[in-house]
C-alpha cells in the first residue's frame, strides 16, 4: 500500500516539474505538486514504519522509537490527505472552468489562448483566464489531461492514505489475549 504511494507521489512529482517547465506561467495553484511531496513523504515514512518497526505482541515492550515512528507515520500521512484534498479541490474547479469557459482563437496554432465564461456572472472563476504558453488546442487536449490525470492520482492517494490510517485505527483498538498463569491449587480445583 506505501510503495503504491511512493510511485503515486513520483508520478505526480514527475508531472509537476514537466508542466512547470513546459509551462512556466501558469498559477502556482494548477501545479500538482502540492500534493506530490507530502504524498511521497507519507509513503517513504509509511515503508520505513513497516518494514522496521517490530510489530507489538503479548509480553513484548516497545521502545520509544515504535511509538515516534508511527506518530510521524500517522501525521505525514494525515498531511498528504489533506493536501490532496485541496489539490483535488482546485482541479475540479479547474476542469470545471475549462469545461463550461469558451476558448478563442481556435484555429490559429502559434498563437496564446484566451479562455472566458460566456453569459455567466461567477464568483467563483475569473471572467477570462489567458494561458500564455498554450494554444487552443493544448488547452483542449493537453492541459485538461493533465489535470485530469492529476485529479484521478489525488483520488487515488486520499483512497490508499485513508486506508492506511483505518489500519493504524483498527490495530490500536485490537484486543491481545495472553495466558493468564495459574496456581497449582487453582488447576487442582479445576480438574
Not at 506530490?36 to 507519507?42: G, L, R
Not at 498531511?79 to 489539490?87: F, N, R
Not at 477570462?128 to 498554450?134: A, G, I, Q
Request: charged fraction near 10%.
Amino acid at each position: 500500500m506505501k510503495v503504491l504511494t511512493i510511485v503515486i507521489g513520483i508520478v505526480m512529482c514527475m508531472i509537476s516539474a514537466w508542466l512547470a517547465l513546459w509551462s512556466p506561467t501558469l498559477n502556482a495553484i494548477d501545479f500538482p505538486y502540492w500534493s506530490a511531496a507530502p504524498v511521497f513523504c507519507s509513503g517513504v515514512v509509511g515503508c520505513f514504519f513497516l518494514g522496521f518497526c517490530p510489530r507489538p505482541y503479548p509480553g513484548r515492550t516497545l521502545a520509544c522509537h515504535y511509538h515516534v515512528t508511527k506518530l510521524i507515520s500517522i501525521s505525514t500521512t494525515s498531511i498528504s490527505i489533506v493536501a490532496s484534498a485541496v489539490v483535488l479541490t482546485c482541479c475540479i474547479t479547474h476542469l470545471v472552468y475549462l469545461q463550461s469557459a469558451s476558448c478563442s482563437p481556435h484555429d490559429k496554432l502559434n498563437t496564446t489562448c484566451v479562455c472566458s465564461l460566456v453569459n455567466t456572472t461567477s464568483i467563483v472563476f475569473n471572467q477570462s483566464y489567458h494561458y500564455e504558453d498554450f494554444t487552443c488546442e493544448e488547452v483542449d487536449c493537453f492541459l485538461k489531461g493533465v489535470i485530469a490525470t492529476s485529479l484521478v492520482l489525488n483520488i487515488l492517494a486520499i483512497v490508499l492514505e485513508a486506508m492506511y490510517l483505518c489500519v493504524h485505527w483498527i490495530t490500536s483498538r485490537k484486543y491481545v489475549y495472553s495466558k493468564v498463569p495459574l496456581t497449582e491449587t487453582a488447576q487442582v480445583q479445576e480438574r
